[in-house]
């Protein structure tokens, strides 16, 4: 590199390593006979042979036929308009791979005698997938937040007929919200490719947590489930589910006294999940009691609608028994 006044200027041998280096593969388009003719890096970013007769209709194709006639717009423009241009598109290779190649390139400005258009490929397929990966991402996320708005705002309905001052609903409906938070936090990556999921017995342990800790209640609650993953969707509607029959237990049932034992096990049936959820030593409810409630409902839309399973409750002296038949592949969405 030699040094001009203030300006710097390279030697051949220090462009082709930067050009090297950077990854950039050059082409030349001689427009009137159509032919293209590209360096060896080039020939490799495409994934096609080495061929003395390259034309740019063969080159286009390579491109994704999605983005071919936009491909072709692009660079014909280039005989009649001045000035720099860029456009990305995608190309197949062999092993019918997607590759995202950017064009670069000074439209119009070849040589005037020989007709010629230079310009270079490169190779921005990670930038391309970061892009897609992002909006992937934004987009699921506003997914999210809008299902996580409208289930906040029928349980605020749901919660406001079924309490009748609003300290009742505050703390109903804070209940409520916080399950919901906490199947939020348990879903995350499991191991050995089984995708984002939270673990079935996760959700009941950490749910339960609150009824178990402390005095009376430590060691009453017993957790035997299958180990599985549960998809994102799954995770919040079974959450639901579960501090509702909580709820009911404590008022209730098995969690509402001192002796009382709560015992939640599960099996696979087939193409089901079955999670039966048995309580010993609550009081004896009448069955209209809690059929014709608000909680009641919610577990019948919830399990019904959201979880495409049933759910049957059975009274027996003292407890009740909760039977819930759910669909395996349901519970991984």
Sequence with gaps: MSQIGSQ????????RQAIKSAGVALWTWIVDDDTFVMDAKAYELWDIPVEQDLTFEHLS???HPADRDRVRAAFVATRAIDGPFEIDFRILTT???VRWISARGQGNEGDAATKKMTGIFLDVTGRKQAEEGHELLAGEMSHRVKNLLALAAGLTNITSRSTETKEEMAKQLTQRLTALGRAHELVRPLPDGQGNAALLGDMFTVLLAP????????GRIRVAVP???LG????????????????NSLKYGAL????????ISGKVVEDDIEIVWSEQGGHTVEPTRSAEGYGSK????TVSGQLKGSIDVSWVEGGVVVTLRLKESQLAA
């Design 61 to 63: 194709a390579k491109v």
């Design 211 to 218: 009824y178990d800790d402390v005095g009376a209640f430590a």
């Design 256 to 263: 509402s006294n001192d002796t009382g034992l709560l015992d």
């Design 227 to 229: 180990r599985m993953g």
């Design 8 to 15: 710097p200027e390279w030697n051949a041998n220090e462009l």
């Design 298 to 301: 919610l577990l019948q839309r």
């Design 95 to 97: 092993t019918s791979d």
């Design 232 to 247: 994102d969707k799954a995770a919040t509607s079974l959450a639901l589910v579960i501090h509702e029959l909580a709820t």
